[in-house]
C-alpha cells in the first residue's frame, strides 16, 4: 500500500482534517460575531452602568448576611457527604467524559473523511486537465507587410 492509501484509511487523519475545518469555519465566524456583541456591550454597559452601582450598594448587606448564615449549614453538609461514594462518581464522570470524547472524535472523522475526499477530488481534476494534451496550433506563418501585400513581394530581391 501506498502512504497516501494508508493515510486515507487513517481515522487520525481524518480526525485532524475534520478539527481543521471545524476550526477554519468558527474563525471566519469571529469578525462578524466580535462586531456584533461590541455593540451589545457597550450600548448595553450605558444603560445599567447607573442601576448596578445602587444594586451593589443595596445587596452588599444581604450578602454578608447570607454568607454567614450559610457557613454553619456546609458544616451540616459535610457530615452527610460519604467519602466511600467519590470513588463511583468519579468513574461514572470519567466514563461518561471518555463516552463523549469518543463521540466527538467520531464527528471530526467523518468531517475530516468528507474534507480529504473534496480535496482529493479536486486534485483528480487538476491533475486530469494537465494531463489533456494541449490542442495543436498551426506554426506562425510570417506575416507581410502593407507595402509588401500592395507590391504582391513579400521580400526584397535585391542582390548583393
Known amino acids: ?3 497516501a492509501s494508508n493515510l486515507r484509511e487513517n481515522k487520525a487523519v481524518y480526525a485532524v482534517a475534520g478539527a481543521g475545518d471545524f476550526a477554519v469555519e468558527k474563525i471566519r465566524e469571529v469578525p462578524e460575531q ?3 456583541y461590541q455593540y451589545r456591550a457597550r450600548e448595553t454597559a450605558t444603560k445599567y452602568q447607573g442601576e448596578v452601582r445602587e444594586t451593589a450598594a443595596k445587596y452588599r448587606v444581604q450578602v454578608r448576611e447570607t454568607v454567614d448564615r450559610y457557613r454553619g449549614e456546609v458544616s451540616r453538609y459535610q457530615e452527610r ?3 466511600r461514594d ?3 462518581a468519579a468513574v461514572a464522570y470519567a466514563t461518561h467524559f471518555g463516552t463523549r470524547a469518543f463521540e466527538f472524535l467520531d464527528e471530526l472523522a467523518e468531517r475530516g473523511k468528507k474534507v480529504v475526499h473534496r480535496e482529493a477530488v479536486q486534485v ?3 491533475t486530469e486537465a494537465d494531463a489533456k ?3 495543436k496550433t498551426r506554426p506562425a506563418q510570417p506575416r507581410r507587410t502593407t ?3 500592395a507590391t504582391g513581394q513579400s521580400r526584397s530581391t535585391t542582390k548583393k
Open 147 to 149: 507595402q509588401a501585400k
Open 1 to 3: 500500500m501506498t502512504l
Open 81 to 83: 457527604v460519604d467519602a
Open 124 to 126: 483528480a481534476e487538476i
Open 34 to 36: 466580535v462586531t456584533k
Open 133 to 135: 494534451p494541449a490542442p
Open 86 to 88: 467519590l470513588p463511583g
